[in-house]
C-alpha cells in the first residue's frame, strides 16, 4: 500500500513538473520561458538561427522576449512595450565582424534613419569585442529609456532612444534580417 501511494505521488509530482515552463533549445543553447526585466516578466516569444556566408555557417542563436507574443513583426517593433534580445554565439566573432554587422543590419532596415542615428550606432559599435562561442550580448529596450547593452555579462551602458531601439530591433524584425529564418525562429517559427 505504501509502494502504491509512493507511486502515485511520484507520478503526480512527475506530471506536475511536466507544466514547468523550462523554455526551449536551438542548436543546444537553452532559453528559459520567461525572464524578469526590470521589473517586467516577458515571455520568450521565438528563437532565430543567424547564418552568415553561403555555407550557412551558424553564428549565434537569438532569443526575442516580450511582453505579449505576437507573430506580426510590425506589431512588435510598434509596441511601446519592454523587450530582450539575447544573442548567444555559436562560432567565434570578431569585434569587426559585429561592427560590420551592425552597419549592414541599421543600412537595410533603417537607411532613411541613419544621419539621426549616427552618433549612437557608432557608441553601440565601440562597446562591441571579440565574441567567443558561448558568450552572449544581450540587449533590453526599455520604452522611454533606448537600449540597454550587456557584453558577456558586462553591463556597457544604455543607447537612448526609442528611435533607436526600434530601428535597433528592425534588423531582426525589419523587411530585411540578416537570413529569413532567423526572423521566422523569432515570430515563433521553427529555429533553423
Known sequence: MRYRLLLVLVSVLMVCGMGVAYGKDCQGVSFPEQVQVNGSTLTLNGLGLRQATFLKVNVYVAALYVASVSSDAPALLASNTPKEVILHFVHNVSDDELKKAWEEGFEHNAKAQLPALHERIEK???WMVDMQSGQRLTFIHTPGAGIQV???????????????????????????????????????????
Do not use: R
Request: aromatic share 6%.
Open 150 to 192: 550587456d557584453v558577456n555579462g558586462t553591463g556597457k551602458g544604455t543607447i537612448p532612444g526609442d528611435d533607436f531601439a526600434t530601428a535597433f530591433l528592425s534588423i531582426w524584425l525589419g523587411p530585411h534580417p540578416p537570413n529569413p529564418n532567423l526572423k521566422s525562429g523569432l515570430l515563433g517559427g521553427a529555429c533553423e
Open 124 to 126: 553601440l559599435q565601440s
